[in-house]
């Protein structure tokens, strides 16, 4: 979506191996999210952010954590990929909770 | 605790059928409540929204009311077309917490 880019769109790792998602936005908004979209389980939190160097964890946060060191940019980490991490990444911004997200086009990793 | 339920898809329509897609909130606030659409291979757009109760939301045809005495959010279109066919999730802002989401697949 215009304003919110994710990179890369598709990754495939190795079970152990550190990976890192990049999510990158210009319309300044305050509130940034990583979500997870697995079959049967619609979408779940795992971090968000609520301003520069301000992070917090969501529903599923284990073995993930992230970094937000300006306001454009939200980093999700894969300390070591399990094969459970496979999945499909969304980021999201808002500049205020109550008026809604704008969602990134996703992010596929596959970890073997 | 706080939480989205959903009816479970898929949902299979003809089109010009009348469509509900079930949605109830449990929350400790007075959360917002979305319906967010996601048509195949793309990602999360915001369909319409709900900031207070007795609020409707309406696009594109698409309504949802805020019932807070039901703790309910149904998503209704009078007509569907086989353009709508996507999944439908259900939001509360209230933890951030989304539906696990219904499919919802139009045939001709």
């Known amino acids: 979506d215009a304003g919110i880019t994710q990179s890369p769109r598709h990754k495939v790792t190795e079970t152990g191996t550190p990976v890192t998602l990049r999510c990158h936005q210009t319309?300044?908004?305050?509130?940034m999210y990583w979500y997870r979209q697995d079959p049967g389980h619609g979408l779940r939190l795992i971090h968000y952010?609520?301003?520069?160097?301000?992070?917090d964890k969501g529903e599923v946060s284990d073995g993930y954590s992230v970094s937000r060191s300006k306001t454009e940019d939200f980093l999700l980490t894969l300390e070591s990929a399990t094969s459970s991490q496979t999945s499909v990444y969304f980021c999201?911004?808002?500049?205020?909770?109550?008026?809604?997200?704008?969602f990134g086009s996703g992010t596929r990793l596959t970890v073997v | 605790g706080n939480s989205v339920t959903q009816m479970e898809g898929p949902v299979t329509l003809s089109e010009e059928a009348f469509l509900t897609i079930n949605c109830t909130y449990t929350?400790?606030?007075?959360?917002?409540l979305f319906w967010y659409v996601q048509y195949p291979g793309e990602g999360l757009q915001l369909l319409l929204k709900?900031?207070?109760?007795?609020d409707k939301g309406s696009n594109k045809g698409f309504e949802a009311t805020y019932r807070k005495e039901t703790t309910s959010f149904h998503l209704e279109k009078g007509s569907v077309q086989v353009s709508d066919s996507a999944v439908y999730f259900c939001?509360?802002?209230?933890?951030?917490?989304f539906g696990t989401g219904t499919r919802l697949q139009v045939f001709p």
């Open positions: 999201a911004i808002s500049e205020e909770p109550s008026r809604g997200y704008t």
């Open positions: 319309e300044n908004h305050r509130y």
């Open positions: 952010s609520y301003g520069v160097k301000d992070t």
């Open positions: 929350a400790t606030g007075y959360p917002s």
């Open positions: 709900a900031t207070k109760a007795d």
């Open positions: 939001v509360n802002t209230d933890k951030l917490i």
